[in-house]
């Protein structure tokens, strides 16, 4: 069975750009969930995909936007960039809404 | 919104030793409760969970207990070894998910030899 995977691993963006990160669930998983995880911190959540549509958003701007596909696998857009966004972004698949199972994440750096 | 506290933020103990790791939560509506475990440069790792209907839950040297009333929960680790050290975060959500995990600020284990 494979595992939550995450592209890319790494980028360096500047300020004002977009970037769009990918996500693949775990095989049989229909819910993905997105977290932003700045350094020294927990992880914080962004917002929730379940079939396809979004399920719950946390404490996060517009610019923050993403997608899921009809197989599972979800984006996670940033728009208009700031300094503050540097952080790891972590992708986690769940099966309908049960526990949640992590990526290894996509660590962005904002210059 | 759910509050999530979590002591101590740094925790030594010796190899053999036993771990206590301890989070309160404010919204009484939680009732779903994981712990992850993160090694460095990886994502955080499902340990163990548990329910609101459930006291306590056990998984070899791992354990959870929960106290609905004082709204909070605790890890126990036992007979700790090196490979347990790690960042270990609990975390709450209304177990619909519709809101996500909010989580503690992380305990940062530290086994010595």
């Known amino acids: 069975e494979t595992g939550v995977t995450q592209s890319p691993t790494h980028l360096i963006k500047t300020r004002g750009q977009q970037v769009t990160l990918r996500c693949s669930s775990q095989?049989?998983?229909?819910?993905v969930s997105w977290y932003q995880q700045a350094l020294g911190q927990g992880p914080q959540f962004i917002f929730q995909y379940y079939r396809e549509e979004e399920n719950g958003r946390g404490n996060f701007p517009p610019r923050f936007s993403g997608l899921q596909f009809p197989n599972y696998s979800s984006e996670l857009n940033v728009n208009a960039l700031e300094l503050d966004d540097s952080a790891l972004y972590l992708c986690a698949s769940s099966r309908e809404l049960g526990a949640q199972y992590f990526g290894p994440g996509t660590r962005l750096l904002v210059l | 919104g759910e509050n999530v506290e979590q002591h101590p933020s740094t925790l030594s103990v010796q190899e053999g030793d036993s771990a206590v790791i301890k989070c309160t939560y404010s919204?009484?509506?939680?009732?779903?409760f994981p712990w992850y475990k993160q090694e460095l440069g990886k994502g955080p790792q499902l340990i163990i969970d548990?329910?609101?209907?459930?006291g306590e839950k056990k998984d070899q040297r791992i354990a959870v207990t929960l106290n609905k009333t004082a709204k909070h929960f605790s890890l126990h680790i036992t007979e700790t070894q090196p490979e347990d050290s790690a960042v270990y975060f609990c975390?709450?959500?209304?177990?619909?998910?519709?809101?996500?995990?909010?989580f503690g600020k992380g305990t940062h284990l530290i086994i010595q030899p």
């Open positions: 919204d009484s509506a939680s009732n779903y």
């Open positions: 095989s049989g998983h229909n819910t």
């Open positions: 975390a709450a959500s209304t177990g619909g998910g519709a809101d996500g995990l909010t």
């Open positions: 548990i329910r609101s209907n459930v």
